[in-house]
């Protein structure tokens, strides 16, 4: 059964910082590409962050980059995100999420989310 | 950036009725079209990709079509567990251009 287990959320002050992980299992993690996807509360979803199954391609939304960071760890069955700079607006429920196959952008397992919330 | 529009924003709908869902695409993203289903609380469910492929473990009853910039969801027959909020996403030139509609929700009436 794939399973994502993401953990790190929690309360942090504008201006700090949050590491984010997912745990992966069921799958051959090495294989796939995974995502970061995040959910305002009340709102609708957007994408955050992409990265290739070998780690050497990486893309992130307009409204995060330079301040967010993905990586993996293919060992460890582990994808990251490390966020910098937190703003108010980048309060949310943040989502892991495995792409269904190369070049095609959906997404097919997600897990549990965990929330940001960035309030001083 | 292409724009997701889906439409209406809220449906009422019976149970054992058939519900239609819209989604426009601002400009042509072919049938790189997915849609999803979420339910309070819960993370999003992938229902159909390719525009009309249903995803593992899709009932039949969920259906998708459409190409270019005009997507439907169709839900043949409402069971009490599809009332939820469904979102459509374009994945035209992935990775990493992709987006998500704002949403239908599904509402029993």
């Known amino acids: 059964e794939v399973q994502l287990v993401e953990s790190g959320g929690g309360l942090v002050q504008p201006g700090g910082s949050l590491r984010l992980s997912c745990a992966a299992s069921?799958?051959?993690?090495?294989?796939?590409?995974m995502n970061w996807v995040r959910q305002a509360p009340g709102k609708g979803l957007e994408w955050v962050s992409y990265i290739s199954s070998s780690g050497s391609t990486i893309y992130y939304a307009d409204s995060v980059k330079g301040r967010f960071t993905i990586s993996r760890d293919n060992a460890k069955n582990s994808l990251y995100l490390q966020m910098n700079s937190l703003r108010a607006e980048d309060t949310a429920v943040y989502y892991c999420?495995?792409?269904?196959?190369?070049?095609?952008?959906?997404?097919?397992?997600w897990g549990q989310g965990t929330l940001v919330t960035v309030s001083s | 950036e292409i724009v997701m529009t889906q439409s209406p924003a809220t449906l009422s709908v019976s149970p054992g009725e058939r519900a239609t869902l819209s989604c426009r695409a601002s400009q042509s993203v072919s049938s790189n079209l997915a849609w999803y289903q979420q339910k309070p609380g819960q993370a999003p469910r992938l229902l159909i990709y390719g525009a009309s492929t249903r995803a593992t473990g899709i009932p039949a009853r969920f259906s998708g079509s459409g190409s270019g910039t005009e997507f439907t969801l169709t839900i043949s027959s409402l069971q009490s567990e599809d009332f939820a909020v469904y979102y459509c996403?374009?994945?035209?030139?992935?990775?990493?251009?992709?987006?998500f509609g704002g949403g239908t929700k599904v509402e029993i009436k």
């Open positions: 996403q374009q994945y035209n030139n992935w990775p990493p251009e992709n987006t």
């Open positions: 069921g799958f051959t993690f090495s294989s796939y590409e």
């Open positions: 999420a495995r792409t269904v196959a190369a070049a095609v952008g959906a997404f097919d397992y």
